[in-house]
């Protein structure tokens, strides 16, 4: 963990929750989590966006795990239950940008 402060851990998360919590509402409202051209599973994160608008409203709930930070990268595991009766788990990247922390990419599986 070089040069990383708790406010770091905290933004993450923040970052994070961004994705979380947006998708109980739209694909619009976990759009500002990711970094422009992010990838999900290596296809384009409009995936992401259009199935969760497909799907509409949730009460999913999640816990947030930051694994590493190293400067200006990290790595943060997702456990989610309840996305619309299934559960999951995810792993994202994510890049200390100007605009602050992005997801660049994220990988899931089910749980």
């Not at 999951?88 to 599986?109: M, N, P, S």
Request: contains cysteine; proline residues 3%; glycine residues 10%.
């Amino acid at each position: 963990m070089a040069n990383a402060s708790i406010r770091d851990y905290q933004d993450i998360i923040d970052c994070v929750k961004i994705y979380t919590e947006g998708g109980n509402v739209s694909g619009d409202a976990q759009r500002p989590a990711f970094m422009e051209g992010a990838t999900i599973n290596g296809g384009p994160i409009q995936t992401l966006f259009d199935t969760v608008d497909q799907l509409g409203p949730g009460e999913s709930t999640a816990q947030i795990d930051v694994l590493d930070v190293v400067n200006d990268i990290a790595a943060v595991r997702v456990t989610m239950e309840n996305f619309h009766g299934a559960g999951y788990v995810d792993f994202h990247v994510l890049r200390k940008t100007e605009q602050g922390w992005k997801i660049a990419a994220k990988v899931f599986t089910d749980k």
